[in-house]
């Protein structure tokens, strides 16, 4: 396998007042491929900082992030959003769909930054509300359906422009333990079938089982040090 994502010595600081609070200090990571990776660790040890570099909505203050072998820590905004549109899927503990869209129009909402023709869009669209086994809720609104369905909805978005990187952020935190497996086990056919390369930041070890493996976060640093490198 190939690594899909590297990160090598990231460092990244936030200032609080006259105060310098570093969150990650020589970081480096490795991420195959098709893998599925839970990261696990207590609030405030840089899991959702190290998501928001990864996915390009946040820079590292030093050190080199790759994707797919080609540097993404030097792109201007324009070429990360270009990236990310691509690349990267995200998928949210809230679902932050839009209320007044139908499912098929939220899905939808990230081709519409591409060059596909409506025909094309709209054939997209119901190929992931099939993967996640909504066709028949396409022209329900959010308030039409229950959380685990809003949550297929934003896994749907989420894969409809047919991203290499899936990046889950406490993806079923709001979702009770039989609806949480339910879409836990769609991720797991995603990464297998589809062979999308998984990221979910969890507290919940039942939801890190369905990972592939499982890496700790503590004060900005994984403890099992040989999984990271």
């Not at 700790?216 to 640093?221: M, S």
Request: proline letters at 3%; a positive charge; glycine letters at 8%.
């Amino acid at each position: 396998m190939t690594d899909l994502i590297r990160l090598t010595d990231v460092e990244k600081n936030y200032t609080r007042g006259k105060e310098k609070i570093s969150i990650f200090d020589k970081l480096t990571m490795r991420i195959e491929q098709g893998d599925f990776v839970a990261i696990m660790g207590p609030s405030g040890s840089g899991k959702t900082t190290l998501l928001n570099l990864l996915g390009g909505t946040d820079k590292a203050d030093k050190g080199a992030i790759e994707f797919d072998g080609k540097r993404i820590d030097n792109l201007n905004e324009g070429q990360l959003t270009a990236w990310r549109a691509a690349n990267v899927g995200f998928i949210f503990q809230f679902y932050n769909l839009m209320p007044i869209l139908t499912a098929a129009q939220n899905v939808e909402l990230p081709l519409l930054l591409t060059k596909l023709a409506p025909k094309k869009r709209r054939e997209n669209v119901a190929t992931a509300l099939k993967i996640v086994g909504l066709e028949d809720r396409a022209k329900h609104r959010p308030r039409e359906m229950s959380g685990g369905q809003q949550q297929r909805v934003a896994i749907a978005r989420a894969i409809v422009s047919d991203p290499k990187l899936l990046l889950c952020d406490e993806p079923t935190g709001d979702l009770d333990r039989t609806t949480a497996d339910e879409i836990l086990g769609t991720l797991q056919v995603l990464n297998r079938d589809l062979g999308k390369t998984i990221i979910m930041v969890t507290h919940d070890a039942q939801a890190a089982k369905f990972a592939k493996r499982t890496l700790h976060l503590d004060k900005g640093r994984f403890e099992q040090a040989e999984l990271a490198a």
